[in-house]
């Protein structure tokens, strides 16, 4: 029987959202020339709560994209059962730009990787720079670390972390889930 945790509960994570906000404002100031891309499906739920933050902390005026991966993983062919590809929806080239790459979980470091190699068909970015809820330390198979995290989890090999949405589950928390 699996065991579940709540690891970050639904008032620290509204803090976490708020503090990776306030950041990305330190960093890019009124984001001229700064655009936010969040990867499908996870990555996207976090982007569009860091929009709806930044817009009422005034920050309005920047490029924002949803960026579909599961052609560019490299266990595409290998993967069980069918992946289901999400819509890509970037209207703008990130030529020369800032790009804050946003994803829910950093784990191995292939989603990053993948997300990188598909970014590259909307130009070459002035810089990519990675967003996370949750770093999950100690299992990079890739030499990728996030930018910005809002948590960072030491787990086992056998845990699972899940970010889920109030949206989707009907409250925002961060689970760990593991075995007895």
Known sequence: MPVLRVIHDCDRFALTIERLCRHLIEEHGDFANTCLVG???GGVQLAERLRDKL???GVTDYDY????????RDDFRTAKGPLTPQQTEIDFLVENKRVILVDDVLYSGRT????????????RPAQVELLVMVDRRFRRSLPIKANYRGITV???HDEYVEVQWAETHGKD???LTGSE
């Open 173 to 175: 928390q961060i689970i």
């Open 112 to 123: 990053t990787l993948s997300a990188l190699t598909a970014l590259n068909h909307f130009g």
């Open 154 to 156: 030491d787990s086992l």
């Open 55 to 57: 817009t009422q902390m």
């Open 39 to 41: 990867v499908q499906t």
């Open 65 to 72: 994209g949803k960026l579909d991966i599961t052609f560019y």
